[in-house]
């Protein structure tokens, strides 16, 4: 046979290495800075581009003393006038660290080579261009400080062209806040607007007054703050929004600012913190665990129907090699027989050679019943199976007894029952019911006692793993792990 046509089988271990090390976007932001700089020498553009501490965005910091991977800011803020861009700005810079950029700490700049240039127009009394504004911001952008530090970005761009600008640049915000407010009250807040020109913080004259007599007296009131001169900058401003919105729509948010100003912040802080849904191909390998009668197979069953993913129960998998009569079937086969455990090292071949296969490597999977110790979670980490979104599923003792102690099942049909959720139709069908001697209150509360003295130590080893209540409506429950499986994870180190 043809080499060639052979069918391509994929290393299970790349899967988990490309996404550890974020390969997809390491390439894709290469690209992208290849096309935006089209240097003479692209491999030599690449290395020096690979050499830069964190022109990928990231910076090592200590959290809860592990190394965690934190993104570099990269922020826009922008809004109408009186809207609190510039306390936002000031407040967020101050909490992350980052360098504050706007159009007036621009004009104040002295080492900027296209600085005088800028502030001629202004003297001139003309409009900057929108090709000098976009220059000043890249060469205040590429200073060190702001390379390392981040930067937030306070009242730029104003419009579509100054947005399209930006990006050719190559100068891309990871977050674009947007704050809104009334016209009327941001006319109201414009009228009492005073500025500190030794800290450039601002304060209102109604609002937000300072309490130091000394800074009272050096405040001043900033120029076009007058209700007729907001009402025509509010017209611009409403005019041209809609082609910022449309440029940046899939990284904005947008925050009302006519409420307390710590709330303003807090929400804005919340969003810049967070990290976007990746462009990177995206392969699930769910892992379920939690005690008998948390859910685990429903929640499997409807993640796999719905994602079309395969789904994985370990104790089924090994009842089907018994039944197919598989060599490692004919090794498990004794141990059932005598209703003994078995041995972690004949599950593991088993599941190895199931998750593997081509429909798991292409489509993902959903895992269940396994591991339930430490050591099995550790084994399975050695042998390249590491899930990308590990659940537990967790429910308090009387629920747990409540949902399998009621359990039936008609030995007719096999179709199962449940006392309260789901009685028998009929009193013929209520009189043949049996229960399944795993449900009987004993062998429940040795089964929980074996899972929770191991729970803990499973809990430290999938310190990513989401907690999810159970005991509630299994459309609920399955909303809310649907939604975990496409939230980003935080990176590690």
Known sequence: MDATARPLRVPPEMGPYAEKHGLFQLLQNMVEKLLIHK????????????????????VYGKCCNSD???????????????????????????????????PETLLLEELLELT????????????????????????RLSNVDCIKRGWVLEGFPENREQAWMLQSAGIAPRHVVVLYAPDVVLIERNLGKRVDPFTEEVYHTTFDWPSDPLVQQR?????????????????????????????????????????????????????????HRSAAPFTPRILFCGPPGSGKSLQAALIAQKYSIVNICCGQLLKEAVADKTKLGELVKPYFDNGCPVPDNIVLKILA????????????WVLHG?????????????????????????????????RLAQRRIDPATG???????????????????????????????????????????????????????????????????????????????
Not at 88 to 96: D, E, T
């Open 39 to 58: 240097p003479d020498d692209p491999i030599e553009f690449m290395i020096t581009h690979l050499k830069q501490d964190n022109d990928d965005g990231k």
């Open 68 to 102: 965690v991977l934190q993104l570099i800011p990269r922020i826009c803020i922008v809004g109408p006038p009186a809207s609190g861009k510039t306390t936002i700005a000031m407040w967020l810079c101050k909490q992350l660290d980052a360098i504050r950029v706007s």
């Open 116 to 139: 005088k240039e800028a502030r001629a127009y202004k003297e001139r009394e003309q409009e900057i261009p929108n090709a000098l504004w976009t220059n000043l911001i890249q060469e």
């Open 219 to 275: 405040l001043v009131e900033p120029e076009g703050v007058s209700e007729q001169e907001t009402s025509k900058k509010l017209l611009d401003y409403h005019r041209n929004f809609p082609g910022i919105f449309q440029t940046f729509h899939k990284i904005l948010k947008s925050i009302n600012a006519d409420q307390p100003c710590a709330d303003v912040f807090s929400q804005a802080l919340a969003y810049v913190q967070t990290r």
């Open 353 to 364: 050679d199931r998750l593997n296969r081509l429909d798991c490597m292409t489509s993902g």
């Open 370 to 402: 396994f591991p339930r110790d430490l050591d099995q979670a550790e084994q399975l980490e050695r042998i390249r199976m590491i899930p990308n979104r590990v659940f537990f599923l967790n429910l308090p003792y009387e629920s747990i007894l409540e």
């Open 415 to 493: 179709e199962r029952y449940h006392i309260t959720y789901k009685p028998a139709p009929s009193p013929d069908i209520q009189a043949r019911l049996r229960q399944n001697p795993k449900d009987l209150e004993g062998k429940i509360e040795m089964h929980l006692e074996i899972y929770y003295r191991n729970i803990k130590d499973l809990e430290e080893f999938y310190e990513n793993a989401f907690s999810v209540n159970a005991d509630q409506d299994p459309h609920v429950v399955f909303e809310y792990i649907e939604s975990c499986i496409i939230k980003p994870l935080p990176q590690k180190s």
